[in-house]
């Protein structure tokens, strides 16, 4: 069974530039999140899609953070303008029960803001 | 919300031996608590995880014990081995909160 995908691995950007990460989860998934994971933090939770609608975005700094799920499958995250402090791993995960349940993770997307 | 703690942030053990990891967590309403391992460069995959009616959860070398009276539950791992040394992860809630994790070393 392929995992959930990714993509790209890793990106350089100075402030103020966007930047776009995908994320494709394990087929059949129904919930979808993305997590950001500052070094030596725990991943928190960004936002939280069931097929493609928004369960939760409460954590998301929508003024320049944005979050979609095309079709219930694939998901978007993008950042305009990014900050310093958004230096961190953009963590997708995908599952198939809502709020409770084993939580599936890719392997991240490794930001760096200049 | 949720809020979780988690203890020690490191943990140094020689292989065989077991090694402890606490979590706290706020919410009492909270009814699962997943642990993650979390190689370098990977992202957390789920070891074992329990729910709030159960006490304790074993699987091989490695258990879940969870005291929803204190609001506190702990993983628990034996005879260590060197594959084991990862950074470990608490969560609770529906949000699935996470600590801010525990970073195992084992030594040959």
């Known amino acids: ?36 994971q500052i070094l030596g933090q725990g991943p928190k939770l960004l936002i939280q899609f069931q097929n493609n609608g928004v ?16 079709k219930g499958v694939d998901s978007t995250l993008k950042i305009q303008p990014a900050k310093l402090e958004d230096s961190a791993v953009y963590l997708c995960a995908s599952g198939t029960l809502q709020n409770t349940g084993e939580l599936f993770f890719g392997e991240g997307s490794r930001l760096t803001v200049l | 919300g949720e809020n979780v703690e988690q203890h020690p942030s490191t943990l140094s053990v020689q292989e065989g031996d077991s090694a402890v990891i606490k979590c706290t967590y706020s919410d009492s309403a909270s009814n699962y608590f997943p642990w993650y391992k979390q190689e370098l460069g990977k992202g957390p995959q789920l070891i074992i995880d329990i729910r709030s009616n159960v006490g304790e959860k074993k699987d091989q ?23 084991d040394s990862a950074v470990y992860f608490c969560a609770a809630g529906d949000k699935l909160i996470f600590g801010t994790g525990t970073r195992l070393q084992v030594f040959p």
Request: proline share 5%; aromatic share 10%; charged share 25%.
């Open chain 1, 1 to 36: 069974e392929a995992g959930v995908a990714q993509s790209p691995r890793y990106k350089i950007i100075e402030k103020r530039q966007s930047v776009a990460f995908w994320c494709n989860p394990i087929s059949g998934h129904a919930t979808l999140y993305w997590y950001q």
């Open chain 1, 55 to 70: 369960v939760d975005d409460s954590q998301l700094p929508k003024d320049r953070f944005s979050a979609e799920r095309l």
């Open chain 2, 61 to 83: 070398r490695i258990a879940v014990t969870l005291n929803k009276t204190a609001k506190h539950f702990s993983l628990h791992i034996t005879e260590t081995q060197p594959e």
